[in-house]
């Protein structure tokens, strides 16, 4: 049997079907083992927070941390004992109850779109596609970057694609400032949500974006101090990918680069995973359940399950150094390819 990890997650429930994970509060005892393991919740939460992470809070506030971070800890393991496709374990974030990782951590939201004016995209012709990508091996990959507390998923998923396309064009990887689109683009609400076509938008009207270096992040909205002198990236336009169209989205990444793309990251398994496939039957792919923007930055196929290798942007104690493999080919599984799209530099 497959040791489990000692890792964050919630309660799962049983009798569900294999990859479901459920919210809710952990009310059936854990096994002895499990709870004889993990019953000093104190020296737990010390660990996580300090030898870990390297955070401290009153003690107000860690009587609330330890337990939710205990709960997690009892839930994973349990699930990790199931042997599925995936594995779930602590991250930065894993002492955040639900509500507060739906509010700060994802920040997909679809506003205006009657100035958005994308154009097509044309499918590659007689092109035979690779089995595998990972443009990380060609050096258009920046290195996993934090979103903090603070909605703009969006923006990082913006800068992702742009960085990839400005280096196949250029030969330069740049960091770009997340937070010059936070603090500029009016047609999104920096902390509080947004989408990337208005981002694509807005760099194509100002005629660029500037550098991470010269425009750091600071994870909250302030006032747009965009300086046209120290671009790092500009955009000729964009191209929306063919909603639900998963082939696409593989041609796309194949012969374009990293695209940006928004999921359903409402999932407790989504939040605290750690390895493997994740593979979620039941997930959603309507265009309404998109909570999370990320970035697809290859694909491949791993034990016979094909799947998405995606870059997200909680920092690289999340998942798999900052990355996550997801089922690809089963029905957009969580809208991978539902709202997809990448800028033209």
Partial sequence: MQQAHIHGGTSVE???????????NLTTR?????????????RIRHSYSQDVFGKTYDEQEETL??????????????FNLRNLTYTLGLNKYSDLSHEEYMKHLNGYKIGNTSRINPKPFVPPNNTKLPDKVDW????????????????SCWAFSSTGALEGQTKKKTGNLISLSEQNLVDCVSENSGCDGGWMDPAFDQVEKEK??????????????????????TIGATCKGYVDIPSGDENALKQAVATVGPIAVAIDAEDEGFFSYKSGIYDQPNCPNDVGF????????????????DYWLVKNSWGPTWGMDGYIKMSRNKNNQCGIATKASYPMV
């Fill in 208 to 229: 660029g974006i500037d550098t991470e270096k010269s425009y750091p992040y600071v994870g909250i909205q302030d006032s747009c101090f965009f300086n046209p002198l």
């Fill in 290 to 305: 998109l909570t999370h923007a990320v970035l697809v930055v290859g694909y491949g196929t791993e034990n016979g399950l």
């Fill in 65 to 78: 941390r330890r337990s939710i971070l205990l709960n997690r800890l009892l839930s994973i393991v349990k």
């Fill in 14 to 24: 049983s009798g569900l079907e294999p990859g479901t994970f459920r919210t809710r």
């Fill in 136 to 151: 990380r091996d060609q050096g258009l990959v920046t290195p996993v970057k934090d979103q903090g507390q603070c909605g």
């Fill in 30 to 42: 854990p096994p002895p083992l499990i709870e004889s393991r993990y019953a000093h919740n104190s």
